[in-house]
């Protein structure tokens, strides 16, 4: 009986090994935009898990923050007959490739993907009635991130309003710390517009981003709104302009920057350096925005390989291990955001996390939990990127606001 176990084990072993040797594995080729600290962690996770499982990673990480630079290289990629096994794609972008008929579905891998995900991220992961992406994770882009040591040497606490915030970047700026840590690109520009917006209420944003009325797009308070904007812009250092956003973070992990509006990706900058939330920096819904939540969902939407309609082995493992309850576990962990999947234990989380997780859960009950222009979920492309040449264009002239809201609901008509 110890004999003929012995053999068989011995001829898995060599079963396996003809596997890696003679058969190749199956090449999985990823592209993404996940190069800053905190997400080149997140990601080696789902790496070493396809490695794992026998599949050979081919990693095609194209750096640039909120992933311009990345849907560029995509482009590139499909054109010359190469697109990638998966890609990090995501809102109204996943359904204009399934468009081109260009995706393959991946409905095998995702049979309870829907009893355990909000239902907004689980139908935006489909095209046709058929899955074509997975999703890892919810980001919040409503944050503020302040350094606690710098918050306690001014004698301050987390702003809830404009006047607020105002008075805590005042006090900054009296102690020598840069008040506002930011980074002049489009989409970092928009990061704060977009929460500017969303201050004035989950309706106004609705009205505004979601449904492009034109009505709200030009009343008094989207002056005000710019108006906010053009204050906030005051509060940033000399050295802003192109700044890329883990550097901005960067700022307020050291001290030298007091505060960050940004997505909790920063999160896992500060994680990455060793900070604890409470401790050593606080996360707080920006001003005015307690009661909602912006989000975005990053998810792989899967090509089709070489004219082939039907997902590969490969592809097919790749979109279940993204939805396993362990790796959204530890995908978000390292990464700042919270799992897609509902039933995660969030015992691991930090404060933070938890909070998120709570808001979240709270505003889809209210109806506050709203898809991110900023990040691509909301819109198409030409649309948001309209809004964003206005808001970018604002942010570095000495634009009125008044001509900031004219430009607007201009650009909001473009499709
Ligand atoms: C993505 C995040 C990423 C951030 C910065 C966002 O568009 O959703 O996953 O960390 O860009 O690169």
Known sequence: MKRSLTSLAAGITLLMAGTHAGLAAEQLSVLHWWTSGGESKAIRVLKDDMTKQGYEWKDFAIAGGAGAAAMTALKTQVISGNAPSAAQIKGPLIQDWADQDMLVNVDQSATDWKAHSPSQIDSSMKAGGHYVAAPFSVHRINWLWINKVDLEKVGGAAPTTWPEFFALAEKFRAAG????????????DMTIWETVVLSQGADFYRKVLVDLDQKTLTSPQMVQVFEIVQKIRGYFDKGYHGRDWNLATAMVISGSGGMQFMGDWAKGEFANANKKPDADYICAAAPGT??????????????????????????????????????????????????????????????????SFADEQATIKSGAFLPSLAFGNLQSPVTAGAITD???????????PKEGVRKLAAAAKIK
């Open 290 to 355: 307690s009661n909602a939540y912006t989000y975005t969902v990053d998810s792989f939407a899967f090509f089709q390989q070489n004219g082939k309609k039907q997902a590969s082995p490969g592809q097919l493992a790749l979109a279940k291990t993204i939805m396993s309850v362990d790796f959204q576990q530890q995908f978000s962990l390292y990464k700042g955001s919270i799992p897609v999947r509902l039933d995660v234990s969030m015992d691991k989380f930090d404060s933070c996390a938890r909070k």
């Open 390 to 400: 206005v808001v970018t264009n604002f942010m570095n002239s000495n634009e009125d």
């Open 177 to 188: 710390i840069t008040p506002v840590a930011h980074g002049g690109q489009p989409w970092q």
